[in-house]
């Protein structure tokens, strides 16, 4: 059997992908289900995060098992294999534990660093020994992985490479300014009561904010993360937190100047008319927004955004004069014998002109800040090349070309923000068109993910990947030993029964034989054969250990004549005591 995994991530697919992909609590279980009813998978395990998914299993059958949990992975995403398939990526054997351990690590994270996976992947392999699709080697892969990223986070400084997704997240809503002084005093409402929730709880209240109010559709457990935050950094710091119904977030909208939400929900959480009416009244004219160039800019349409100016409200040069259809000094035009429907962009009011008069209009025009009046006494012969060119055009394409300048767009300042939200769930809890709103800043997933493509990497990154790299060789040692390890205690035991045998056959022909010189020759007998196994299954163990070792297990059953279902009872065996001792030692996730 061979580790395989199969997933998409934000490095490899695009937000909007990643948000039609993801899984619920309920499709995880059911996609861990199937995975082990499929005929390629013995053990299965997902791993589903804010920016991945990813399905481990233990495949007999390399090219079956990748069509199979693709296929699986896309039936219950609801995203078509067709689709979902040029995101994907594909981890076999010493790779995909490379993969996993840098997870692990977070050299794979949205942040470099951040150490809230590995309470993802232990909830993960939590799920998967509650279902029992853990056997011998997810549960050896997932605890080793644990290990390795504590190991990382202990003896490197990976921790100052990264953050945790909500400290950057707070770092991009405040746009550069110094998140504590940014925080102070803020009014704070978390939607949520999850690990990242709780978190995101946890470092407001370090930050200063001054109350923190907590949403949850259970409500048991948006009181229980109130109360640890009352009885943490509520005492010392003056901090308020509380708990409220779900139903009660359209009000706290309305007072809150931050906003984290984390769900689990399948659909919006915050619609853009909700932000929108919650900051109604509040945006007023301001300086302006530090941070817009951090997100979309104003479009026109949204709710609370106005439309664009029109180019007659900004003054433009297409503008002049045209709305009282009134002369200007200088203009060649008679505006007031072609005002009805006149329009310069239009092609019918300047119809029967001369091709002089249009072109001097044309300079006119496009040349505000020269004197209009020379350019309207220049004699037509001045710009006879001009006029011919204009008249060619004329006559090939049968109308007059656009001879002015386009305008420059003229964007509308945002005024500064009233509301900021953090969205770090994953379908999104807030809808995108929240980044049109006046007066509102939102940062998501996917603004998260453009902003640390950026970000810089420390030099303990590459201490990480040493650590990753040395643990890997040693992980598939320790694998390869331990495939042949039920071959080698066959063996011995085989050894054993042949040994009994013929003490059994000497006791037969030598009846009279007293217990102490039975017990001589037995420990006798016993002696030679261990000394005669010992060194080839220390050397085969050994073999074996090494890369391209899976052959020495095959080789020893063949040299030996041993029974292949002896073999395979052994192996059943041990994973039973294994998944006893696992049954035993599992605590809470």
């Known amino acids: 059997m061979s580790l395989l995994v199969v997933g998409l991530s934000h490095r490899s697919a695009p937000v909007s992908v990643l948000e039609r992909a993801a899984l ?35 495949v007999d059958k390399f090219h079956a098992g990748v069509a199979e949990l693709s296929t699986l992975l896309a039936q219950h995403s609801g995203v078509g294999l067709d689709e979902l398939t040029p995101y994907l990526y594909v981890h076999y054997e010493d790779r995909a534990v490379h993969h996993l351990f840098s997870v692990a690590c977070g050299l794979d994270s949205m942040v470099v660093g951040e150490g809230q996976i590995l309470g993802q992947i232990k909830d993960s392999l939590a799920k998967a020994q509650d279902l029992h699709s853990a056997g011998r080697l997810l549960n050896d892969l997932f605890q080793q992985a644990l290990r390795v990223g504590k190991r990382a986070h202990s003896e490197t400084g990976i921790d100052r490479a990264g953050q945790s997704l909500v400290t950057f997240g707070l770092e991009q809503l405040a746009a550069g300014a110094d998140v504590q002084a940014w925080a102070r005093g803020k009014k704070a409402l978390v939607i949520g009561a999850g690990s990242m929730s709780s978190l995101a709880a946890a470092t407001l209240a370090r930050a200063g904010v001054g109350e923190i109010v907590i949403a ?15 009885d943490g950094a509520g005492q010392d710091q003056g901090l308020l937190a509380r708990a409220v119904p779900m139903g009660a977030v359209s009000g706290e909208l309305t007072r809150a100047d931050v906003v984290v939400s984390c769900t689990g929900a399948t659909g919006l959480v915050l619609s853009a ?3 929108a009416t ?3 009244g509040r945006v ?26 029109t180019r007659a409200a900004l003054g433009g040069t297409n503008a002049r004069g045209l709305a009282a259809a009134e002369p200007e000094d200088g203009c060649p035009l008679d505006l007031p014998a072609v005002q009805q429907g006149f329009s ?31 350019a309207a006494r220049r004699a037509p012969e001045a710009d006879a090349e001009l006029i011919t060119a204009l008249a060619a055009t004329v006559a090939t394409v049968g109308r007059i070309p656009e001879r002015r300048k386009a305008e420059p767009v003229v964007e509308t300042p945002r005024p500064a923000p009233v509301l900021f939200l953090l969205d770090l769930a ?38 990480v990947r040493r650590i990753v790299a040395d643990e890997v060789a040693a992980f598939g040692a320790a694998l390869r030993a331990a495939h042949i390890t039920p071959t080698v205690v066959a063996l011995r035991t085989m050894a054993a029964d042949v040994v009994a045998n013929e003490i059994a056959r000497l006791e037969g022909r030598l009846p009279g034989l007293d217990d102490k010189h039975r017990s001589e020759i037995t420990q006798t007998v016993k002696r030679v054969v261990d000394k005669l196994l010992h060194a080839p299954t220390v050397r085969v163990k050994q073999l074996a250990a090494e ?18 279902e002896a073999v395979a009872a052994v192996s059943r065996a041990e994973g039973a005591d294994e998944e006893s001792e696992n049954s035993k030692n599992r605590g809470p996730a």
């Open 216 to 230: 949850n559709r259970t409500g048991e457990r948006a009181e229980r993360l109130a109360e640890i935050l009352n």
């Open 284 to 309: 007023v004219d301001a300086v302006p927004d530090a941070g817009a160039d951090r997100g979309a800019g104003p479009q026109p349409g949204g709710d609370g955004v106005p439309p664009a100016p």
């Open 344 to 374: 310069v962009m239009g092609e019918a009011a300047v119809a029967g002109m001369d091709a002089a008069t249009l072109e001097q209009h044309a300079v006119w025009v496009d040349n505000g800040d020269v004197d209009r009046r020379e």
């Open 273 to 275: 008319g909700a932000v």
């Open 278 to 280: 919650a900051v109604q």
């Open 426 to 463: 994953m379908p999104r809890d807030i809808d995108a068109a929240v980044h049109r709103l006046a007066g509102v800043r939102l940062v998501d997933i996917e603004s998260l993910a453009e902003a640390s493509a950026d970000a810089p990497m420390a030099a303990d990154v590459d201490q």
């Open 24 to 58: 619920s609590a309920d499709a995880q279980v059911k996609l861990v289900q199937d995975t082990i009813a499929a005929e390629p998978a013995t053990e299965a395990a997902v791993l589903a995060t804010c920016n991945r998914i990813e399905l481990y299993a233990d």
């Open 547 to 564: 890369p391209g070792g899976a052959g020495y297990a095959d080789a020893l059953r063949t040299l030996f004549d041993l029974d292949q």
